[in-house]
Structure formats: structure tokens, C-alpha cells
């Protein structure tokens, strides 16, 4: 069963209730939420809510070791085959749209891509910024620049390393069948209408600075070149340490940023037939159709 949604629309309470229901167990595919270096800024449950039911892919691996989709997947399935043991029903529960794909075999085979190239391109990002980056994909590979794709330099930087890998655009390797999975899958992803969920992410970038994201974030400067800290919560704060913006403009591009996150991920999701949108409390609606589904708790 997958509680799917934007950040801030209430997947976590959720999907421990859902759990509690069910007497079951949660498997995250949330791409940041498994460094356990990284806590305020990618909002990871609390010890009270990972306490209440079990968690699985949070604070499980260092921001230093490789993390991909690729590497989800097999981590998602290695993890899924032993929960199918002890359980009818898992909960899997995330905002990440890639890893989703990892979880229902529809991750696309990517290419080799030469290492000097990578590390050129990533030493010139680093240099350069976003901007060159953008204007690379624009010359390079002006397909996936017209993709919508062009906020994320993690993506970007694929993109790019690809196309002057291959000559060919990264997109022309999305184009394969999906891989048969040995279990049935059931997907809601919350619905919150737009000022609400504006508003929630609002309170929540206020509550994370409340808490210390500041101080989190710069314990974490030295790091910030590590792939996992090209996140949103804590670029913002790194660009405030070298005197680049004020705290108060950190926060409120935080905000900003937060906000277009969500929008990309709402737009993931809308493409995925199968959704079924639900409010975030309406928990008696999924457990309706998951009993209809023919399963019961346990």
C-alpha cells in the first residue's frame, strides 16, 4: 500500500495510523530521509512516531555512502521480500517519484557514462553554478531541457553527462517496459488544496528553523558538496554562511523552493493513472479499499 504526496501534505501521520491499523510496518522512499546525518531539514519522522511502528530506509545509511535509485531498488525488494514474510500488507511511504519507479519495476536502464567526463562536469557545476549547467542542457540536449526538469542539478548533471557520454539525450533511455513484481500494489498519494498545502510547508520551514536547522546546517558546511546535501533546507543556508544571502532570505527561498518542490511532485504523481487522491485524514477510506482489495490485518 503506498501513501504517496507532495512534501508537508501529511504522508507521515498517515501512514502510521494506516500501519497501526494494519498491524504492519513502513518502508520509506523518501530520498533524503535515509542519511542519518540529515534530520531537520528533510523533516525525518520523530523518535516518537519511528517508535510507534517500524520504520525501514530512514537514518539507515551515511551521507557518504552512494545512494541512487538503482541502489533503492534493490534495498526496497531485499527489505520487501522479508517483510512479505511476517506481513500480508506493507506500507510504503515517500515523495520521492524515482524511488516509487524503483519499488514498481519501472526504473529505466541507464547508460555508462565516462568518469572524466563526470568529474568534469560536477568540478564545473561547482564553479559555475546552476546557470552554466542550464545553458549546457539548452545547447547540449535542448529535448530534456524542455522536459521541466531544470530546477534539480542533481537530474541536470545526469542529463548532462549523458548526453556527452552518448550523444544521445537521457531521455531517449525511458522508453522500456516494466519489470513484473511478485506483489500487488494499491496507490493513494494525499490531496491538500493548494493555499492549505502553501501554508503547511510555510509552518513547517518556520518550525524546522525553530528547531535548529541552522545549527544542523552548519555542521554539515564542510560536506556540502556531498550529493545528498543538494537538497533544498540546506543549499539555502550554505549560500547564507558564505555571506550570499541574509538568514531571513535563506528562509524565505527555503520556503520558495519548498513550494516549487511540491508542485513537481504533485506533477509526478498526476501521471501516474493508478493514484487514487485522498485527503489526508480520510484513513477509513483506504483501509475500506484495502479490505476490499481482499486483505485484512496482519
Known sequence: ???????????????????????????????RQCFKEL??????????????VPHHFIASHSMHEPMHAGLYEQFALQKLTDLFTRHRLVIA???????LNAILGRLHPMPDVDEAI?????SSYQEKGIDWL?????????LYASSGEMQNPHRMLRALEVIRSTGRSILSFRHVANEARNFDVLIFSMYVPKP????????RVELMMAKGLEHEARSL?????????????YTELFDHFESKISLKEAQEQIKVHTRQYAKRQLTWFRKMEEVIWLEPHATSQMVNSIEAFGLSTG
Open 1 to 31: 500500500m503506498v501513501i504517496a504526496g507532495p512534501t508537508a501534505s501529511g504522508k507521515t501521520q498517515c501512514s502510521i495510523a494506516l500501519a497501526q491499523h494494519f498491524s504492519t510496518e513502513i518502508l520509506s522512499f523518501d530520498s
Open 39 to 52: 534530520c531537520i531539514g528533510v523533516a525525518r519522522p520523530d523518535e516518537a512516531q519511528l517508535a510507534a
Open 93 to 99: 511511504t515517500g515523495g520521492t517519484g524515482l524511488y
Open 118 to 122: 563526470r568529474t568534469e562536469a560536477r
Open 134 to 142: 542550464a545553458n549546457e542542457l539548452n545547447m547540449l540536449d535542448p
Open 196 to 203: 492549505q498545502l502553501h501554508a503547511q510547508i510555510n509552518s
Open 221 to 233: 558546511y564542510a560536506y556540502r558538496h556531498l550529493q545528498a546535501l543538494q537538497t533544498v533546507g
